[in-house]
C-alpha cells in the first residue's frame, strides 16, 4: 500500500488530540474524517487540524469510501462495538485501551479481526513509551531478567473528569482500563504468561458505582511476579509508575523518562523515532497496514490480559 492512509477518528476528546498532535509527524497518513460528541465542539478540533467531515455518528464515517482506518478514542464502554463495527465495514481499527470491558466483547473482536484479515490493533501505549522499549531491548538481548515488577497507578478523580479537567460523559474503570495497561506489560516484558492472578478492592463509590482502590498481585510461568497498586483517591503525584527489579540492575519508568534504582537518569532519547509513545503507537499501525503484517499489540496479541482481567473480575465479585 503506498498511497496515502485515510483516517477517521472517533472521539476528540483529550486523547483523541493527543493521537492528532502525533499523526501530524507521520507520513503518508492523513486524518479525513472527525467523530464527536458534541458537535460544535467537535467542529472546533476539526478546524484546528484541518479536517473537513466531521459528524456525531460513526457510522457516517464508515460510510464513507476513502476512508481506510479509524482509531477510536471513543469511551471504554463503547470500544468493542465500535471495533466490530469498523472491521464489518472493512475498515483497519485501531482502538484506545482497552479492548473491551468484558472478555466474551474482547474475544469477538478478535475473531471478527483474524475472519476480515484486518488489522486491528489495541493502544497499549507501554508497549511503545521508549522507557519500557529500552528496558525490554535488555530483556531481548539477555541483559536482564525480571524478578518483580511494582507498580502504582494513582489519580485523584472523584469526579467524572478526564485528562483536561472536563466533564466526562461516561465512568473509567480501574480493572478494565488501568490495570490493563500493567497486565499485559508485565506479560510482555517477561515474554511468559500469567499464571496467577489475585485481587483485593476498597469500597464501592456510592454514587461512580466502582471501587475507587485497588490492589493485584500476579505471577508469570517462568516464576517472576508483579504487584499493581491503584486508586482514584490519592491526592498527590499522579500518573503511573513502575519499578522493575531484576538480576541484573533495577529500573524506575516514569512515562517517558527512566531512571536506575540509584536514581540517574538513562537517556532513552534515541531508542525510537520520538520520545512520544501515543506517536510510536500510531507508526506501529500505519506500518502494520502498508506493509501488510500484524502489529505490536494487536487485538490478538493482547488477548490474554483480558482473560486475566476477566478472572480478577470474577474473584471480586
Not at 474524517?33 to 465542539?41: F, I
Not at 475473531?111 to 501505549?125: E, F, I, P, Y
Amino acid at each position: 500500500m503506498s498511497k496515502t492512509i485515510k483516517v477517521a477518528l472517533a472521539g476528540a476528546g483529550a486523547f483523541g488530540i493527543k493521537h492528532l498532535d502525533g499523526i501530524q509527524n507521520i507520513d503518508g497518513v492523513e486524518v479525513v474524517s472527525l467523530v464527536g460528541r458534541e458537535l460544535a465542539k467537535t467542529q472546533e478540533v476539526a478546524v484546528k487540524y484541518g479536517i473537513h467531515h466531521v459528524t456525531t455518528n460513526l457510522a457516517d464515517s464508515l460510510a464513507l469510501p476513502d476512508v481506510d482506518a479509524v482509531i477510536l478514542c471513543t469511551p471504554t464502554q463503547m470500544h468493542a462495538s465500535q471495533s466490530l463495527a469498523c472491521l464489518q465495514a472493512g475498515k483497519h481499527v485501531q482502538v484506545e485501551i482497552p479492548l473491551a470491558d468484558s472478555w466474551k466483547d474482547a474475544d469477538e473482536v478478535v475473531r471478527l479481526a483474524q475472519q476480515k484479515s484486518l488489522v486491528a490493533m489495541c493502544g497499549h501505549t507501554r508497549r511503545f513509551n521508549p522507557s519500557h522499549q529500552w528496558v525490554h531491548q535488555k530483556i531481548k538481548a539477555g541483559e536482564f531478567n525480571i524478578q518483580q515488577l511494582d507498580v502504582q497507578t494513582y489519580f485523584f478523580r472523584r469526579t467524572n473528569m478526564n485528562a483536561l479537567g472536563q466533564a466526562r460523559s461516561w465512568t473509567d474503570h480501574l480493572l478494565w482500563h488501568h490495570a490493563a495497561h500493567t497486565v499485559d506489560l508485565f506479560a510482555y516484558q517477561c515474554g511468559s504468561p500469567i499464571v496467577k492472578a489475585n485481587a483485593v478492592q476498597g469500597p464501592i463509590h456510592p454514587a461512580l458505582g466502582i471501587a475507587m482502590d485497588m490492589s493485584i498481585q500476579l505471577q508469570a510461568a517462568n516464576g517472576a511476579i508483579c504487584t499493581l497498586s491503584l486508586s482514584f483517591n490519592n491526592d498527590g503525584p499522579l500518573g503511573t509508575y513502575f519499578r522493575y527489579i531484576g538480576d541484573t540492575g533495577t529500573y524506575l519508568a516514569r512515562y517517558d523518562d527512566l531512571y536506575t534504582g540509584k536514581e540517574e537518569q538513562i537517556d532513552v532519547s534515541k531508542v525510537d523515532v520520538s520520545m512520544n509513545g501515543i506517536e510510536l503507537q500510531d507508526r506501529e499501525f500505519f506500518a502494520a497496514i502498508t506493509e501488510g503484517r500484524e502489529p505490536n499489540s494487536s487485538v490478538a496479541q493482547v488477548l490474554p490480559c483480558y482473560k486475566v482481567l476477566h478472572d480478577l473480575e470474577q474473584q471480586l465479585a
